[in-house]
Nanobody, 126 residues
Framework: QVQLAQSGGGSVQAGDSLTLSCTGSGGTFESYAVGWFRQAPGKGREGVAAISWSGNHPYYVDSVKGRFTISRDNAKNTAYLQMNSLKPEDTAVYYC???????????????????WGQGTQVTVSS
């Protein structure tokens, strides 16, 4: 098993940038695919980006493509979500999640992930 601890987040203005971090412990972090999800008030949890265990294959939903960058540093057991050009509609609680094996078609499915971070609030004001 792996435990995930998140850091980063906060309140920013539209157009600003933030970086979220997700650090794994207690397991072989480099063996897990990592996904980033978000949940806005009154809405379901939405997958926004995912990355393979090697870091060679990033995936993005259309709403964040070109603005968000997912990456990982397995030597530091950490995955990142760099968020640029933030918009008010990006406001949500952001979660990282990990799973050992996942089909490409399930990358954005919350139910496909086994381990979750604690969540961090991102608030973007106009």
């Amino acid at each position: 098993q792996v435990q995930l601890a998140q850091s980063g987040g906060g309140s920013v203005q539209a157009g600003d940038s933030l970086t979220l971090s997700c650090t794994g412990s207690g397991g072989t972090f480099e063996s897990y695919a990592v996904g980033w999800f978000r949940q806005a008030p009154g809405k379901g949890r939405e997958g926004v980006a995912a990355i393979s265990w090697s870091g060679n294959h990033p995936y993005y939903v259309d709403s964040v493509k070109g603005r968000f960058t997912i990456s990982r540093d397995n030597a530091k057991n950490t995955a990142y979500l760099q968020m640029n050009s933030l918009k008010p509609e990006d406001t949500a609680v952001y979660y990282c999640a990990a799973v050992r094996q996942i089909h490409q078609g399930a990358m954005y499915a919350p139910g496909a992930y086994d381990f979750w971070g604690q969540g961090t609030q991102v608030t973007v004001s106009s």
